[in-house]
């Protein structure tokens, strides 16, 4: 076989990797709520149809200009074409955190079935069992994710990735042992105030306070925020690796903050809060950052709760990311988030 058969073989083996390991190695977008889905009442068998392009009956092998692909060449190409050819057989179930099945959830499949192109996408629901399954479909592997209005999408377990033709940590499923994806329930809600935004932050360990109270945290007036960041980054002296020292303080003026420990952990604590948060790195530390990120609940001044997903760049743009939920009625602990019952406040 001639150097130029060999490279245009190992192109396209390369490629055609690379795009299998991007389609089934990522997970599943994070999402908490996700539209209202059209119930089509389905067993646990019957197939279901593609809703953006036709499957073809065979994969054709890929025209490649100036290959002059000889029958041994195009044999060995055939074999890719055989991986991506699979017959898919597809059985799973959708249940909630306590294990109940979840009917009516949205399925979406996709397959690995093109070269060069996405593959094709199906759609289904689960019945009353919380059963779904997807038949008579071909593909080297198959990506499917579950999600229902008024459930959060769960990290490896609401979307996984299944091989028929190539390596998979998952084994395909069937009749008798489907698959299991899982859905967190959301429990029940409260009004709550949602603040998202960037608040520019001094590197001198100037306090900045900054309210939770409008539509985008914003500093304000000593005295009037709901929460005190100081940072202090010696940027100026990086060492060889170009790493810095830096420290970070974060209080409640008048009240407490805790770490949140879990992403469906919606209820503040009675009690654990401590008066101050600090986070010192120094330059040469073994896992140097330049950057913070955690979670808290807040017990504020007024009796008031709320938690943050705090983010601080200490460098370059010296900012924190804060996004926050507030809830106003007075000793409630409880901050699940709906947007429904968003609070309007200024922006």
Not at 6 to 16: R, S
Not at 99 to 105: K, L, S, T
Not at 109 to 116: E, L, Q, S, V
Not at 159 to 184: C, D, H, N, W
């Amino acid at each position: 076989m001639s150097r130029k058969r060999i490279i245009v073989i190992f192109v396209i083996l390369l490629v055609v990797g690379l795009v299998s390991l991007w389609k089934f190695s990522g997970s599943a977008p994070k999402t908490t709520e996700v539209p209202k889905t059209v119930r089509s009442s389905q067993s646990a068998t019957a197939p279901l149809t593609p809703t953006t392009q036709t499957l073809a009956k065979g994969i054709a092998i890929p025209d490649v200009p100036g290959a002059n692909l000889t029958p041994e060449d195009k044999k060995n190409i055939g074999k890719i074409v055989q991986v991506f050819s699979a017959p898919i057989d597809f059985w799973g179930k959708v249940v909630d955190q306590h294990g109940d099945p979840v009917p009516d959830a949205k399925v979406h499949y996709t397959t690995a079935d093109k070269y060069f192109k996405d593959g094709t996408k199906y759609e289904g629901t689960s019945d009353e069992q919380g059963l779904f399954s997807i038949n008579n479909i071909k593909g080297a592997g198959l990506y499917v994710r579950v999600a229902r209005e008024g459930y959060y999408h769960i990290d490896d377990a609401s979307a996984r990735s299944f091989g028929y033709s190539m390596p998979s940590s998952e084994a395909p499923p069937t009749r008798k042992s489907p698959a299991i994806f899982v859905l967190q329930k959301m429990g029940e809600t409260e009004p709550l105030i949602k603040s998202e935004g960037n608040v520019p932050l001094p590197r001198d360990g100037t306090p900045t306070e900054i309210s939770l109270r409008r539509e985008r945290p914003a500093a304000v007036a000593t005295g009037k925020g709901d929460l005190r960041v100081e940072v202090w980054t010696d940027d100026a002296h990086k060492d060889a690796q170009r790493q810095y020292d830096w420290r970070c303080r974060i209080t409640v003026p008048e009240g407490g903050l805790v770490e949140r420990a879990g992403a469906f952990d919606f209820a503040a604590p009675v009690d654990g809060y401590a008066a101050v948060f600090e986070q010192a790195v120094s330059r040469g530390d073994q896992r140097w950052t330049n950057g913070l990120r955690k979670e808290f609940f807040l017990k504020l001044s007024d009796g008031n709760f709320a938690r943050i997903s705090f983010q601080l760049a200490a460098g370059g743009d010296h900012f924190v990311y804060l996004e926050s939920f507030l809830n106003l009625k007075t000793g409630s602990r409880n901050l699940e988030f709906d947007a429904s019952k968003q609070i309007p406040v200024k922006p």
